[in-house]
């Protein structure tokens, strides 16, 4: 592959490129008239697009990913485009580490190698077709190309190894889609083939990807299309009847403006909702700490979310009435904290007190969430099912061996059922420091537990995200008190959203 300078390529077809002003919410129109915007020289139809949808087995988000297939599948059938060709990562490669995609790439231009373009996108992002067609008429198939809506780190961090930021290196934004052309990915699936992947964790896969893409200078930089947008709407479209849609089409023939958007993407910014949140008498807040830490840390959480909690418990070493903590007889690691964490798996089932509870959250004392957004997502998923909540890390994918696991840093959340499922049939750890979550990971895959990624999961601190993501995200939690202000961290994020449901709650009694 050869380097493709970003100027250049920006020159060529009159685009911005890098620092992409964020787009207002309500501004995408999937059935808006595109052909008044500029077409380019390359014919490109339905045809010549693969349709790729980074989807998960796990309820709901399975449901997500049908409803973006779905209506692809209905934009290009009422207005004729074309039978589009649309696949679910997890119905077409299975479940465990197709999410990663380096080990997808080779299979995927194998099997439609007639494809000029693949556009890849979340379960949640929606795509007008019409417009990605006119975009994508501007440009060769038969070079290396790489779009997407680019981020970028405002310094190092520990969730991209702590790549170096001044390199002036810039990723996707998968919420907004991601687009190759089939000479890159040829490129790049010959390169997978020749050599694997040097890639043990996948943490942030869209970093990740544009890493190996870019192979050290000697590849392809993202070039970033300000038509490929996130945050610009605020909730999921409902589905609409083919007769609907129409009656769309022929209102954006006939009410164009110099208002429409430029947008052909379009990616969600609140929390999705599925119905009236989980109430707090379902849901047991689960606290790890120790002793040393039951001063500045477990402080914190009582300032902050801990305050909004109707549940709480803190498990440590040792038993401090001021807090009140529970111990649970496992002496302070350093390092994981397996033993202390199925200490508390198991009396979540076996102790009378925990009963009630639907659902357990698991969080360490350093971690900052917001109860009324966890609680909210919470809607989103049965109690009854076996399913692990947060955010999805994976192990050992592109060797073919792996397995995926949540962060506990950000917050597991199990539903009774998976707790059950995982207690009953033996898994344990083998060391009492072992890392928790692995171990959990190794298990859910052995015994087929779903695990449900959450992007609004974070493992790190805020600074450690990029800007323009964060930006359209309506996050969850975070993790970390070094070198930030929690109690700020929380303030800026959680507070206003935990103070008014607790307000709501008031007001309904």
Same mark, same amino acid.
């Given at each position: 592959m050869h380097r493709k300078l970003l100027t250049i390529a920006a020159l060529t077809v009159g685009l911005a490129v890098c620092c992409?002003?964020?787009?207002?919410?309500?501004?995408?129109n999937p059935y808006q008239d595109f052909s008044s915007k500029p077409h380019g020289a390359f014919n490109v139809t339905v045809k010549d697009v693969l349709f790729v949808i980074r989807s998960q087995a796990a309820l709901p988000h399975r449901q997500w990913a049908q409803q973006v297939r779905d209506d692809i599948i209905q934009?290009?059938?009422v207005q004729e485009l074309g039978q589009a060709e649309v696949i679910l990562l997890h119905? $077409?490669?299975?479940r465990h580490g197709q999410w990663t995609m380096l080990p997808v790439l080779p299979k995927i231009f194998r099997e439609y190698s007639s494809k000029k373009w693949f556009f890849f996108c979340e379960e949640d992002t929606r795509v007008s077709v019409t417009g990605l067609l006119v975009l994508l008429s501007r440009f060769s198939s038969d070079e290396e190309w790489f779009f997407g809506k680019t981020l970028y780190d405002q310094e190092a961090t520990i969730i991209h190894h702590f790549h170096n930021p001044q390199s002036e290196f810039i990723f996707p934004d998968f919420d907004a889609g991601w687009i190759l052309s089939a000479t890159l990915l040829s490129s790049v699936a010959a390169r997978i083939q020749k050599e694997t992947p040097k890639v043990d964790f996948s943490i942030d896969v $869209?970093?990740?990807l544009a890493l190996y893409i870019w192979n050290e200078e000697g590849g392809l930089h993202l070039t970033g299309l300000p038509q490929m947008c996130a945050g610009n709407i605020d909730h999921s479209p409902l589905p609409l009847t083919d007769d609907q849609v129409r009656q769309r089409v022929e209102e954006g023939k006939t009410k164009r403006s110099k208002s429409d958007s430029i947008c052909v993407t379009a990616y969600p910014k609140s929390l999705p909702r599925c119905g009236s949140a989980v109430p707090g008498d379902d849901v047991l807040f689960a606290v790890k700490t120790c002793e040393k830490f039951h001063r500045d840390r477990v402080s914190v959480v009582k300032k902050t979310w801990g305050n909004f909690a109707q549940h709480l418990v803190y498990?440590?070493?040792?038993v401090d009435e001021s807090i009140p903590t529970v111990e649970c007889g496992v002496p302070n690691t350093e390092r994981g904290h397996c033993a202390k964490t199925f200490i508390i798996l198991e009396k979540f089932l076996s102790e009378k007190e925990y009963e009630k509870f639907k659902?357990?959250?698991?969080a360490d004392d350093d971690t900052i969430l917001s109860v009324a957004h966890l609680e909210q997502l919470l809607s989103?998923?049965?109690?009854?099912?076996p399913v692990i909540v947060g955010e999805r890390y994976g192990y050992g994918h592109v060797k073919g061996h792996g397995y995926d696991y949540v962060t506990g840093g950000g917050g597991m959340v199990f539903s009774r059922s998976a707790v059950e499922t995982l207690i009953s049939n033996g898994c344990k750890c083998s060391k009492i420091d072992d890392p928790d979550d692995m171990i959990i990971g190794m298990c859910a895959k052995r015994y087929d537990v779903p695990i449900a990624h959450s992007p609004l999961f974070h493992q790190a601190r805020p600074a450690d995200y990029a800007k323009g993501l964060l930006s359209h995200q309506t996050p969850v939690s975070f993790h970390k008190h070094w070198n930030v202000d929690p109690v700020r961290v929380y303030g800026d994020w959680f507070r206003?959203?935990?103070e008014q449901s607790r307000n709501e709650s008031h007001d309904e009694l």
């Open positions: 992409v002003p964020a787009v207002a919410a309500g501004t995408f934009q290009t059938r119905e $077409k490669y299975g $869209k970093h990740e498990f440590s070493d040792k659902w357990l959250v698991i989103c998923y049965k109690a009854e099912d206003q959203s935990d």
